[in-house]
Structure formats: C-alpha cells, structure tokens
C-alpha cells in the first residue's frame, strides 16, 4: 500500500480555529511586523488564500484572534471593591499574576504589535483608557484620573516589555510577592497621592533642585563672621624684597 502525500489541510470546519491558533502563536512569539499570511498559513497547513477567505487582511486577523485573557469590568470590581486601602496592593497583584501567567503571550503579542501598528495600538489605549485603568483612576481621584491612568499605564507596559520582551534579569527572577511588595506602594500613589502642582511661569526653583550646586570656594564658613573657606593664592615674589643668602 502506497502512501500518499501530505497535503494542504482542506477547507474544513476546524480549518478556522487552526489557523486562529497559529496566528495567535505566532503574533505573541515574533510580534506584529514578523507575521504574515503566508507564515500562518504554513504552520496551520492551508492555502493562504483560505486565511483570507476566513480573516481577511493581516490587520483583521490580528484584531480576530488576540483577545483580553481576562474580563475588565470583572477585574476593576475585584480590585476597587474592598475600597481604597491596599488598592494599589490589589492592582499590583492582578498585574503580575496576569504578566506571569499563562496568558502572558496575548499581552506581549499586543504590546509587540502595538510598538508598530496602529490597530493593535489602539487595542491597547483601550484597555488602559476606558475599560479598566481609566475607569479606576476616575473612581479614586477626580484629581487628574486620565494623568493618573497614564502613569499606570507606562508603568505596566514598561514592565511588560522590560520583564517579558527585552529579558531583564532581576525582573524575570523576581517572584510575584516580591515584585507586588515593590510596585504596590507606587501603584497606591499614582491612584491617590499627591501627583504635585507644575511650577508657575517665573518661579525660582528651590535651592538645591533643577540648579547645580555652587562651586564657590570664596563662600563664608559657618560660625566665623568674615572668615573666608577661600584657598590663599601665595603672592607673587617682590623683585627688590630680599631673599635669603642674596643681600
């Protein structure tokens, strides 16, 4: 019995979700950019033609298959229920077990993509802005909540990308009590701390911040009315003073 050569997997029913998988796989490995038709096409084992047929374009396929890995407006209520206190306790801890958990891959896929499509940015703003840090921050603080939201915002993508796409190595061996412990005092401030007030136009800066310190030597020492910290500078010789052994 001869047997036949593997083929391209036909136009079936489970033909969508092999290929919603392996889009998926691929879109949180090598990010956006790196992705095709043809290169999903090829792991899934169909005609990129079918891919088409069911996504569309590549945009369309990305938006298709990376979802949220969890529900926003479960997730805001299960951090600001309790109330205030240890608030950014809660969000640090819900940040990090969604940074280290399974579903780990779709976040980093958006944030990859989102670096170079605009699609996939937006995705991201949406996240961040309407469906659960913006809400959060307008819950707690009427004071500037889209500024506080924002500030979150680069925190956790910063993380994500630090942690889970660039590697660094203290982040990646820190284990989740240790990171929370680290960023939930933060989080707590940029939910409800004292964001500062800018500067008004024409104020002097407080000594010691936004000036460089004074390298005057000449200053005065402290506890000698008049005295100088200045170093002496020796006086030049006098030509007609005599030195000694000449007359």
Known sequence: MSGGRRGRRPGGGDSREVIAAAARRQFAAQGYPR???RSVAAEAGVD???VQHFFGSKQELFV????LPFDPAEAFEGILGPGVEGLGERLAAFVIGTLTGPEVSVLTGMIRAATSEEQAAAMVRELVSTRLLGPLAARVSADRPELRASLLAAQVVGLQMARNVVGLPALVEADHDELVAAL????QHLLTGD???PAQAGDRPRAGYGEPASTDLGAKAPGRRGAS????????PNPRTPTAGHP
Request: aromatic share 4%.
């Open 35 to 37: 992705t095709s038709i």
């Open 48 to 50: 990129p033609r079918l």
């Open 64 to 67: 298709s298959v990376v979802e």
């Open 184 to 187: 939930g005092p933060l989080f």
């Open 195 to 197: 964001l500062g007030t």
């Open 229 to 236: 910290t200045a170093l002496a500078t020796p006086a030049a």
